[in-house]
């Protein structure tokens, strides 16, 4: 590390040049592949995944995305009012000749089909609207024009009500600028200036920051060429790299401002940070890539896009922190210090800065009451967990989105006129084989029409070939509703078999309900064998670097407890409701399938950074004095005001998300955030040293023959120190307070 930093160092302006170099390449390369990103959550074997190939196989051509217009007439007046009938039918016709619009069928034409468009109070109807492409590939402007076409002055005059939903015109919903972002950025530089007092100190970590994650983010559109990449995976991936990038500057920085204070040169102190702080930077990106790539053991295609994209993130944040920053810090110099701090070197020479104030004095304070505040802690812990146990994975859809959007208003409007199921219509696909099959399918739909949970059941619609046949039933419960998701079962495991039409004919049921139950089951199943590789990579990195079978174990327990708190606070927010409205996020609803393998990647890597930070310097001390209570003292005295100042940065960044417009992200964004904070302010600063203190020297015990048998790794190379206060700090001195420990090593050798 100490050789990467020193060639950064004597080659600024080329290391400065080949991080813009390759920020420049991967902008314009994203930016003439463009986007291809990909949300198919079907899992190949499942029920739905069956049903959707079938479907695909025999009514190939016909798979563009679908999405509706609604309208309600008002008072007195029907859908079928000439003047509302003639309004409508020409907008539809407009509609229908836009670009990238396959067809559109309304409510006005003749056959049954066209009067089951209107609902029995005559008051609203709906349109359905075939793209030629997916939604993930319906270019904006196009579901623009729609949404213009269809929603307009002419249209919704005299109290007429038109709204759109689908996927598709759910396009134009999301957001376009990266609000979120700026103000996340904005927020992190305030933090960083009244915690350096310098203007120059405080922009490195930002640059350093935005350099790499949106290296990362350009990346990560080039990554959705070469395989399926969830459409949401560059805004997590940015931000992941936000927090842990400008965490991992901020770290760094420190310490080179502490090389500054003691005399070091601007060169030798970068040099000296790189070399120390830059490898646990490293040791804890690569516990984050682990956590991340944790995900692949699920062999899921989804979910492999997202763990490689949010990698790519944290390894190009890794890379920065330990290149590009010490080329930036030889370039402000000493004005890594502030204007005070200058004049107090210059004055006064370098001087040791024992750890005091606030710091110390919590420290100590958790030392003498290291039971009654663990109790505490659990207890603030357990209850924000409570939610946990009512989790539940489900569709989240577009009667989820914010009250005033359009997609919310027609997803409100079908469910009001036709019944909640007609927003998640179950699709029933058999393969039919000769004239026989023909006819028991269409008995089938009758059978279908009788089952308990079922409000219609649509005729049976075959294919040109007659080979394929499928079934569109209307549950009479919301798609995210639990009942819905019974009648899934319902279907498959008694009304099908039970069927005395269904003969030798192959029958699956799909649907968007059938696929999310599919692809939570799967996950849910895989979680235990996710969970625990990750948690057995975590450990034992934790024990190589630290050689204690207590250090692992707290660590492992420490994260479960900040993934259960944190996924407590995103159930009572999203699927309780407690809170959502309000601050836009839409309406009560289930959890996403993917949200809980996602977040427990993400948030047990990054809880395993402050675990690090705060544990390094522990066992540092304790291999200096062998005295178990000064070295948690020491090591929370000396390491809580920079975690706690990361913490607070990492905050602000995952909340500022919460202003993206988009429900997921803002999960995304909450979750994180309150793992952070608990992580932070509650674990590693309260409830991991009272633990520690309690168990004694027992944090720091290894079988012998284990010892023998691990290799040794050192996350920082230890400094040199005076050691001449040993003996006194062995007899009981206040260590804190010692100017030899003013600036120790910060971790293991």
């Known amino acids: 590390m100490a050789a990467i930093a020193r060639w950064c160092v004597r080659h600024r302006l080329v290391a400065v040049l080949l991080w813009l170099l390759t920020f420049g390449g ?13 949300n198919d959550y079907e899992v190949p074997g499942t029920e739905s995944s069956k049903a959707g190939a079938l479907l695909r196989e025999g009514f190939h051509g016909q798979g563009g995305d679908t999405d509706t217009i609604v309208w309600r007439a008002p008072e007195h007046q029907t859908a079928r009012t000439p003047d509302i009938q003639q309004r409508m039918a020409q907008a539809l ?13 309304g409510p006005y034409g003749p056959g049954p089909e066209s009067a089951a468009q209107i609902s029995p109070d005559g008051r609203t109807a709906y349109a359905v609207v075939t793209f030629d492409e997916q939604a993930d590939s319906v270019p904006k402007a196009q579901a623009q024009a729609v949404v213009d076409t269809a929603k307009n002055d002419h249209t919704e005059r005299d109290g007429l009500q038109v709204e759109l939903g689908g996927h598709a015109i759910g396009l134009t919903e999301a957001p376009t600028a990266h609000l979120a972002e700026v103000i996340g950025v904005a927020v ?11 203007l120059a100190a405080s922009l490195l970590p930002i640059a350093t920051a935005l350099v790499s994650v949106g290296t990362g983010y350009f990346g990560i559109t080039l990554l959705g060429h070469a395989m399926p990449v969830a459409d949401f995976a560059p805004m997590l991936g940015t931000l992941v790299g936000l927090g842990v990038g400008i965490d991992y500057a901020l770290f760094i920085v420190t310490r080179h401002r502490k090389g500054l204070k003691r005399g070091l040169p601007v060169a030798e102190a970068a040099e000296n940070a790189v070399a120390t702080t830059g490898r646990a930077v490293v040791f804890a990106g690569a516990t984050v890539c682990i956590a991340l790539l944790g995900m692949l053991v699920l062999r899921l295609n989804f979910l492999n896009g997202v763990a490689l994209a949010a990698s790519l993130t944290v390894v190009l944040t890794v890379a920065a922190s330990v290149t590009l920053l010490p ?19 210059a004055a006064e020479g370098p001087r040791p800065e024992p750890p005091t104030g ?18 505490v802690a659990t207890a603030v812990m357990l209850v924000l967990a409570l939610p946990t146990l009512s989790l539940h994975l489900g569709t989240s859809d577009q009667g989820n989105n914010p009250a005033g959007s359009t997609t919310r208003k027609a997803y409100e409007l079908l469910g009001e006129s036709f019944g909640p199921g007609m927003n998640g219509p179950l699709t029933v696909v058999a393969r039919l084989d000769g ?8 008995r089938l739909a009758e059978d279908l029409r009788t089952a308990d949970g079922v409000a219609s059941a649509g005729p049976a619609v075959l294919n040109r070939s007659g080979d394929t046949a499928v079934v569109t039933v209307v549950p009479d419960s919301a798609p995210q509703s639990r009942a819905t998701s019974d009648l899934v079962d319902t279907l498959r495991q008694e009304v099908i078999p039970g069927s005395d039409h269904r003969g030798s004919m192959d029958i699956h049921v799909g649907g968007v309900t059938a696929g999310y139950d599919d692809f939570a089951e799967v996950i849910i199943g895989k979680l235990p064998l996710f969970v625990g590789v990750v948690i057995g990579l975590g450990c034992l990195l934790l024990l190589l670097a630290f050689r204690s079978i207590g250090i692992p174990v707290k660590a492992a327990a420490m994260n479960v407890a900040a993934v259960a ?10 699927q309780w409701g407690w809170g959502s409205e309000p601050m836009g996020l839409g309406s009560a609803g289930p959890i996403e399938p993917f949200l809980p393998v996602i977040m427990v990647s993400v948030l047990f890597g990054l809880s395993m950074d402050y675990q690090v930070f705060l544990v390094s310097r522990m066992y540092e001390e304790w291999l200096e004095t062998g005295d178990n209570q000064r070295a948690v003292r020491v090591g929370l005295a000396e390491t809580s005001r920079v975690i ?17 417009g988009d429900r997921l992200i803002a999960m995304f964004g909450i979750a994180l955030a309150a793992a952070v904070a608990l992580d932070a302010f509650v674990l590693r600063t309260l409830l991991v040293p009272a633990l520690m203190h309690m168990l004694g020297g027992a944090n720091w015990w290894l079988p012998a023959w284990l010892d023998r048998r691990l290799p040794r790794i050192s996350i920082e190379p230890p400094e040199r120190r005076t050691h001449a206060a040993l003996p006194a700090q062995r007899t009981g001195a206040d260590p804190a307070m010692s100017e030899d420990d003013a600036e120790p090593a910060t971790t293991s050798r």
């Open 435 to 442: 004239a026989g099959d023909r006819v028991a399918v269409t």
């Open 358 to 375: 606030f710091a110390a004095r919590w420290s100590a304070f958790v030392e003498r009451h290291p039971k009654l505040l663990g109790v």
């Open 26 to 38: 991967t902008a314009a390369a994203a930016g003439l592949a463009g986007p291809a990103f990909s």
């Open 565 to 574: 708190s944190s996924f407590g606070v995103v159930v009572a927010i999203f």
């Open 188 to 198: 992190a530089a305030l933090v960083l200036f009244l915690a350096f007092g310098s």
């Open 644 to 660: 706690n100042s990361a913490a607070v940065i990492m905050i602000s960044v995952f909340l500022a998300f919460v202003l993206s």
């Open 93 to 105: 016709d407009a509609v229908a000749e836009l670009p990238g619009v396959g067809s559109v069928a």
């Open 327 to 345: 080329a930036l810090l030889s370039y402000i110099g000493t004005r890594a210090l502030s204007r005070r701090e200058r004049r107090k070197l």
